[in-house]
């Protein structure tokens, strides 16, 4: 007599396995679907991010360039943009490219500098995104700076500890200096009023600063620490700064010089086997990315950003002077260079216009035409007698300045007269207690602002005269 079949027998379980097999499966289908169009969603809102941040960019160059035509038509308002020719000009309350609307707002900080926020807003899965990019322009052909000649020191900072300044910066009242220090690395200081100057507050960073640029609430820091190369400062609160991010490049070679420009930062590294030039998306401080990098065979000291260009001070015997050209900040490539003679160290590098000046570890600071950037031709040379450690470019309508950190012996600070690029000459100069590395000028102020080796003139103000 043949037996009943039961849900345990072989056949039955079979069956049973393959309904739950078949349920298993469909839920399996379902999330994978939903992952992907969760994924799906997620890259496109990533790609209108990095499309607004860059339209964000594209309006503050727009707002330089307007700047540097006519610094009267920055006229306080809401504006959209339009070009004619290769010509930015203002149009309307705002513009629109495909979901992107876009509105550059103009202030007064005072009548010579204008905050400029370029502001971007379009919708994404149901909801209005806005990012906003800033940064304050001024107006430098309007500058009276004849008085170079005979600079002075002003007040002076005695900062905590012993260790040297490396570089300062300067954006309103206040001055940030980075030091030789992992423990209260880069200083604020408030220079409203230029008699009483102090000590504002300090964050520690963990690891020896190299440089720095300021754009808007943030300092941004180029670092020897191994695993933050980058580190954002929000100095929002002058008193209580804090380190708000910071990106790990790859292997462990220093970050050595930095230069912000909208929403991209230009980092230049020591040499290694690894890229020496970055150019990284700080559109969100709280998240950085890569946008391409750059093996430059050579250290990167510094870098400054002119146009579609970036120019970098290297040590490289063979191009002390190297141009990248970064149009496009994800597609970066090596554009020109320029061998000097002798194989001294390229140490700072600054630049306005056409012209890019170079300083080196022997002393000379060099004057380049950069009009075709692609082949930079030497105009130029002054001899500072001392390393030049810092340069910063003081433009006025009396004429064109360089202000020189230096380790010059009795001359520290140098103030150059480069009216004449092919014949540079010395304007003035002070004699400063040690080696200076770091300077900045205030155009609203029209001072210089210094830091250097020696303890008791860490920081100082330098006069006009």
């Not at 520290?412 to 100069?429: H, T």
């Amino acid at each position: 007599m043949k037996k009943a079949s039961s849900a345990t027998s072989p056949k039955g379980f079979s069956l049973i396995e393959a309904i739950i097999a078949v349920a298993v499966f469909s839920i399996f289908v379902v999330s994978v679907a939903g992952g992907l169009v969760y994924s799906y969603k997620y890259i496109f809102s990533s790609g209108l991010g990095i499309r607004a941040a860059n339209l964000a960019e594209e309006g503050l160059e727009a707002a330089r360039n307007i700047r540097d035509s006519d610094f009267s038509k920055l006229v306080d308002g809401t504006y959209g943009l339009s070009t004619s020719g290769s010509f930015w000009s203002f149009s309307g309350s705002q513009d629109s490219t495909d979901v992107f609307d876009r509105s550059i707002i103009i202030s007064s900080i005072d009548s010579n500098t204008k905050e400029i926020i370029s502001e971007i807003t379009w919708p994404d899965r149901g909801e209005n995104r806005i990012i906003s990019l800033s940064e304050r322009l001024t107006n430098w052909q309007a500058i009276t700076n004849q008085e170079w000649d005979s600079p002075s020191i002003g007040s002076c900072l005695n900062l905590s500890g012993n260790s040297n300044g490396i570089k300062v910066q300067i954006s309103g009242d206040y001055a940030y200096i980075i030091r030789a220090s992992s423990i209260d690395s880069m200083i604020v200081a408030d220079v409203s009023d230029l008699g009483n100057i102090s000590e504002t507050g300090s964050v520690s960073l963990f690891s020896n600063p190299s440089n720095l640029a300021v754009s808007g609430d943030y300092v941004y820091v180029a670092s020897t620490y191994n695993t933050q190369e980058l580190q954002i400062v929000n100095a929002n609160n002058p008193s209580f700064p804090y380190i708000s991010g910071s990106y790990n490049l790859s292997t462990n070679t220093d970050a050595k010089g930095i230069y912000v420009s909208g929403s991209i930062a230009y980092v230049t590294r020591s040499s290694s086997g690894s890229d020496e030039f970055y150019t990284l998306d700080i559109s969100n401080p709280y998240w950085i990315s890569v946008r391409d990098s750059l093996n430059l065979n050579g250290s990167g000291s510094d870098v400054v950003k002119l146009g579609n260009y970036a120019y970098v001070a290297s040590d490289d015997n063979s191009a002390e002077l190297k141009v990248v050209n970064v149009s496009n900040s994800s597609n970066i490539n090596l554009s020109g260079s320029y061998n000097l003679s002798g194989n001294t160290d390229g140490l700072s590098v600054a630049g306005f216009d056409n012209t890019v000046l170079l300083g080196r570890s022997n002393g000379l600071l060099y004057i380049f035409d950069v009009s075709n950037p692609s082949s930079p031709q030497l105009r130029g040379q002054f001899d500072a007698g001392g390393s030049v450690n810092d340069i910063v470019i003081v433009n006025g309508e009396d004429g064109d300045f360089a202000l020189l950190a230096t380790s010059a012996g009795s001359k520290e600070f140098q103030a150059v007269n480069i009216s004449d690029i092919s014949n540079p000459s010395l304007n003035g100069s002070v004699d400063m207690d040690s080696v200076l590395y770091g300077v900045a000028y205030d155009s609203e102020k029209n001072i210089a602002v210094t830091t250097g080796s020696s303890d008791s003139q860490e920081f100082c103000i330098v006069l006009p005269q």
